[in-house]
Nanobody, 125 residues
């Protein structure tokens, strides 16, 4: 059974940083596309970043240059380093795992893949 558990959310001021971690189990980590997406109540899900098994990354334009996705294949953990946070980054952040044809940030805007329970990120101005 695929299990994903997110950690690291919290409250920060604009300009601050947070690092999210997604601990995974139940599947062959090194063969799957991993990603992060976020959601605000009443709004559509937004794919933030994706990383494929060979480490190629992709980002939404809204976070490019500020967020970095990475993975530790030994520990089976995916990270999202978030810098220069803005109030509009406030959302619940989810980790996802799937095997799409292309592992892009946009893929994670759709209702696809396994997901964790989410972790709240709040950025105040």
């Amino acid at each position: 059974e695929v299990q994903l558990v997110e950690y690291g959310g919290g409250s920060v001021q604009a300009g601050g940083s947070l690092r999210l971690a997604c601990v995974t189990s139940g599947y062959t980590f090194s063969r799957w596309c991993m990603g992060w997406f976020r959601q605000v109540p009443g709004k559509e899900r937004e794919g933030v970043a994706g990383i494929d098994p060979d480490g190629t990354t992709d980002y939404a334009d809204s976070v490019k240059g500020r967020f970095t996705i990475s993975q530790d294949t030994t520990k089976k953990v995916v990270y999202l380093e978030m810098n220069n946070l803005r109030p509009e980054d406030t959302a619940t952040y989810y980790c996802g795992a799937d095997m799409p044809a292309r592992c892009t940030a946009a893929y994670w805007s759709g209702p696809f893949g396994h997901r964790g329970q989410g972790t709240q990120v709040t950025v105040s101005s």
